[in-house]
């Protein structure tokens, strides 16, 4: 990885996953060349298009145009936005839809949208003919640093989240930076979350990087470029070393088992809190319990509060409208997502900014004591 | 592969796909012992038995209480019968009760019955959390020596048959072939049918040993067992060889091409013809086109056409009750299963028996023309 540099232009990185490798571009106005970009890398000539009702009036003509000025046969579906369309239902429409355009294998999925977009038309792609070409074009600041990146797909169901998919990669994902000025500042703030998250994983420099740039990279211009392409790279590299999630992968869920407890407790409400906001408050939580057990300097769980609150995400569980379940609830809801063994847990604990670590063998007591204290 | 030999005992076959190998036992009895084998292949102790209306009310009980002897925690579904099953509607009730059961990844999915069941709890087994372990016990002939092995699982749409699916290599097949017996003679036959099938591919001295013994392949006994694992054999060579069916692989479809167009003129209506009988005259017609062409001698097809008649296949159109549609309904059938380009198509011929090839540039005029003469 590259310290960050500031340069306008565009950005690539390379995700070298042998014969599944693929590049990510990242940049203003890729929608608009979305046709040239593609064609270079597919067999096929038909693509079938899937988006939500909001991504859809802003860009979906205007993919439609690039795609058809470049030859290519392009038909499009429009679902509802939300997580309810990660369902069954929802991968029924969108195969059939895949199936009625005829796309073969050397065809291609594209997904024009956030991560519930391309959770749901990645699977889909994943399934249909045992699999066709697959092409991100992710319009959520989340769905460009996170979900585009790493061939993670699938659906929720009544027992849970994301508990149906498969792993298929795709053969481009186009992060088009432009569009990141009509998400609302909440989205947007909970993508930041993220992004924030790979720095404090094993990036410090990129932390403090992030602490002076902040409001350049919520601006635009070549800071966000910057930060999006830092994020995509940090993430690639993750995948690489650990494809089917077996080991240092572990590492992206830093905040994201108190971050995953808080959604449940607030029944994946999103007008109460959004994934991102509660892997803020899930990160700062982590930085205080390693705290709490001495492997971290207190200092670094307040930098990481300051940062993220003068940013404007919750960093505290208090700041969550409405209020939380007890405290019994939270570690029902952490014992769901990650498996306990006799009174042990796994969680991503730190030593500092930067500087975090899979602890496997946390007691399930200290994470209660250390919840009801931070209520 | 090993010349047929005449062991009364158990036979495996090993399928060396690298982190993915896994062993086919054949023999009488393995279901009355399936948890000794399974626990000592598998990290978990949950499974979840997927099995249909025929099947379970026959070996279910064997298969649960042979699981609960050796300590695993075991629930089933039991399904309607048939092609119909293998639906959307299949899919979710199949991964709503995988989830309800509680499967994790170490934990397996159990196919207990012929190729509709293998097929569709094999895809569940493959999507739920991204994948968990799958364990095939197939119960049909043509599930014994075909379905169960190679990885491919699926469901049909509306659009077509096997449309969805994904490559999911099972970690275990067990293929008792005592519960053959109760398979009906024309279920029997339509598996014979695909036995014969790798004989003709590229085995002369297999399809040879058919035509001596094929009585006692039927009757059961050790000649049973021989010609299944030599069926697996073979199919396993080729996956090795083309996992996800990119070249060689394609010699699988030695008959399948007129045979799929048979089935489509027919409505999939398997009171008039079942996929086995389809494939039955579907090898016929490909010596028989192969002889026309001057690629192989008429005696070959004769030769073929005598020994699927003499165990009670169908192998002439004309066999085929209620008629068939015109030729011209046959070529568009053709059409829809293998893509035609610029009036080529690509089919499965022969030199003689045990000397398939692919040919990628056979004329659609030929074919049409030869149908109109065969019927
Ligand atoms: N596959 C993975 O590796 C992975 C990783 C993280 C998250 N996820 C999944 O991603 C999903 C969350 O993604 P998300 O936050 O992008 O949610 P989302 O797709 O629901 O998008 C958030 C909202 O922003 C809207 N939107 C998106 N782009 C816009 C734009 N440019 N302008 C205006 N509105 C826009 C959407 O319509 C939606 O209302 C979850 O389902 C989560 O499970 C997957
Ligand atoms: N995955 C693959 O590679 C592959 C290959 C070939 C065929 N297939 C699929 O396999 C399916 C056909 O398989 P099939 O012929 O086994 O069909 P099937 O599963 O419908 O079984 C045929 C009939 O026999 C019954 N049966 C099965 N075992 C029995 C037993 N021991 N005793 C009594 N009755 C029994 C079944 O209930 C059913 O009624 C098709 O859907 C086809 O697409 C898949
Ligand atoms: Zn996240
Ligand atoms: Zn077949």
Redesign the pocket.
């Known amino acids: 990885m590259n310290a960050p540099s500031s340069t306008t232009g565009e950005r690539l990185v390379h995700v070298p996953l042998g014969d599944r490798a693929y590049d990510i571009l990242i940049g203003p106005g890729l929608i608009a060349r979305a046709g040239g970009e593609i064609i270079a890398r597919l067999t096929g000539r038909r693509v079938a298009i899937i988006t939500?009702?909001?991504?859809g009036p802003?860009?979906l003509a205007q993919l439609m145009d690039s795609l058809q000025t470049d030859g290519f046969e392009a038909v499009s579906l429009v679902l509802p936005?939300?997580?309810k369309t990660?369902s069954m239902d929802g991968l029924a429409a969108a195969t059939d839809m895949i199936l009625a355009a005829r796309i073969e294998r050397g065809d291609a999925v594209i997904a024009l949208?956030?991560?519930?977009?391309?959770?749901l038309a990645?699977f889909a792609a994943g399934i249909v003919r045992r699999g066709v070409r697959f092409i991100q074009i992710?319009?959520?600041?989340?769905?460009q640093v996170?979900?585009?990146?790493?061939?993670?797909?699938?659906i929720?169901t009544r027992h849970g989240?994301?508990l149906l998919g498969v792993f298929h990669q795709p053969d481009l994902v186009l992060a088009d930076t432009a569009?990141?000025?009509?998400?609302?500042p909440r989205?947007f703030r909970?993508?930041y979350a993220?992004i924030a998250k790979y720095g404090l994983i094993d990036k410090p420099y990129f932390f403090h990087w992030l602490e002076k740039n902040w409001k350049k990279v919520f601006e635009g211009g070549p800071e966000r470029i910057e930060a999006i392409a830092i994020s995509c790279q940090a993430k690639a590299d993750v995948v690489v070393e650990d494809e089917r999630e077996t080991g240092r992968r572990a590492l992206l869920n830093l905040g994201h088992t108190f971050g995953h407890a808080l959604e449940a407790a607030t029944g994946y409400d999103s007008s109460r809190l959004?994934?991102?906001e509660g892997v803020a408050i899930g990160m700062v939580l982590a930085h205080q319990f390693s705290a709490r057990l001495n492997l971290a300097s207190p200092d670094d769980g307040q930098r990481v509060a300051a940062h993220l609150a003068e940013v404007g995400l919750p960093t505290r569980m208090v700041d969550i409208e409405g209020g939380l379940p007890p405290t019994q609830i939270l570690m029902e809801a952490i014992a769901q997502d990650k498996k306990v063994k006799s009174g042990k847990l796994t969680l991503i604990l730190t030593r500092g900014i930067g500087q975090s670590f899979v602890a496997d063998d946390v007691p399930t007591s200290e994470v209660f004591s250390f919840l009801e204290d931070m209520r």
């Open positions: 939500d009702e909001n991504v802003l860009y936005p939300g997580e990660k949208g956030g991560g519930v977009i391309g959770d990645g992710p319009t959520s600041l989340l769905a996170d979900s585009s990146v790493g061939g993670k797909t699938g929720n989240k994301n569009v990141l000025d009509s998400l609302s989205e909970a993508g993220e959004v994934h991102g």
